[in-house]
């Protein structure tokens, strides 16, 4: 099914591709890139952002041609959303503050699947990249997953042993990219986001996933809890995992033991360490980078 679905996808970007052939593409991807508050992350994106901004140069029936039904009617929704029509859709390209993000958000599909890479291929010793200071260790003993924003409106609080016995395990290698400039191919095991979701409901019209590290701590050692969201649709992803394991091994501190997020098709940034609370939200909440300034789509 996720397969069928990747194929259909290749498709649709192959005859995205044969469309444009012409050289018009060039021009509004060179201004996106201007215009993008960090052109850094526009690079990861630009495909998408390049597919976007060309988008809106083509006549309004090619859309269905090239595009799903659902990426259609997303796109039809952003135009309708940053008020695009006809002739006005080139000169107002990129004026709204948060173009790229929306772009790459309508682009997405949720069921694009990232490459998995063979135990060969990984990059021997992680880095850790904790922003500030490693936790300390002690905290991992009386470790709990703590949900809120479910459908019965109760708070949960779930030890490990109920994570990992009460859902299956699964393995993936897979790249970790930093927005900093560096990517590794690391070995991730644990549960599918997307079972716990289906076991715990979130409550209606929840459309997030706000994720917080409370042991979180700064370079000098003091708390700073660490906080990012994704949509749902990311979170039921079948490569999102909240992983227990890395290399086969329970994870250690320095990657965010006991259980941390692993998504892929997102930048590290968004692969939060040492979970400790989800909280499903309706509204987009904030996230740690992107209110110092970073992007909070962060797709790769
Ligand atoms: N709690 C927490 N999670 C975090 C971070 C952090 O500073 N604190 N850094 C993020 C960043 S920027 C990256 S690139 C990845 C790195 O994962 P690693 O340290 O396991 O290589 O963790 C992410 N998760
Ligand atoms: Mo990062």
């Not at 991730?188 to 997030?208: Q, S, T």
Request: proline share 6%; with cysteine.
């Amino acid at each position: 099914m996720a397969d069928d679905k990747a194929k259909e996808q290749g498709e649709h970007h192959k005859s995205r591709l044969a469309e444009e052939e012409p050289s018009p593409i060039l021009v509004p991807r060179r201004r996106l890139q201007m215009q993008s508050r960090r052109d850094f992350l526009l690079y990861g994106v630009g495909a998408a952002a390049v597919a976007g901004g060309f988008w809106w140069l083509l006549p309004g029936d090619t859309h269905s041609r090239v595009l799903t039904p659902g990426q259609a009617a997303r796109l039809d929704s952003l135009e309708a959303r940053v008020g695009l029509t006809g002739g006005r859709k080139e000169t107002l390209l990129g004026r709204t503050l948060t173009f790229d993000d929306d772009v790459a958000e309508a682009l997405y599909s949720p069921n694009r699947i990232v490459p998995t890479y063979a135990k060969s291929q990984i990059t021997p010793n992680l880095r850790n990249n904790y922003g500030g200071g490693t936790p300390d260790p002690d905290y991992i003993d009386d470790w709990t997953l703590t949900l809120d924003g479910l459908a019965d409106g109760k708070q949960r609080k779930l030890s490990l042993h109920d994570l990992s016995t009460r859902f299956g395990h699964h393995e993936e290698i897979t790249r970790l990219v930093c927005v900093e400039g560096w990517s590794a191919i690391a070995w991730w095991g644990g549960l599918r986001f997307a079972d716990l979701l289906r076991a715990f409901p979130p409550m209606p019209g929840a459309r997030w996933a706000n994720m917080e590290s409370a042991v979180n701590v700064d370079s000098d050692g003091n708390s700073d809890p660490y906080y990012v969201s994704i949509d749902l649709g990311t979170a039921r992803h079948p490569q999102t995992l909240l992983a227990t394991h890395q290399e086969g091994k329970p994870l250690g501190v320095e990657h965010g033991a006991p259980m941390r997020l692993i998504a892929p098709m997102k930048l590290g940034l968004k692969n939060i360490k040492a979970l400790t609370h989800i909280t499903y939200t309706v509204k987009e909440p904030a996230d740690y980078w992107n209110e110092r300034g970073y992007s909070k789509y962060d797709g790769v």
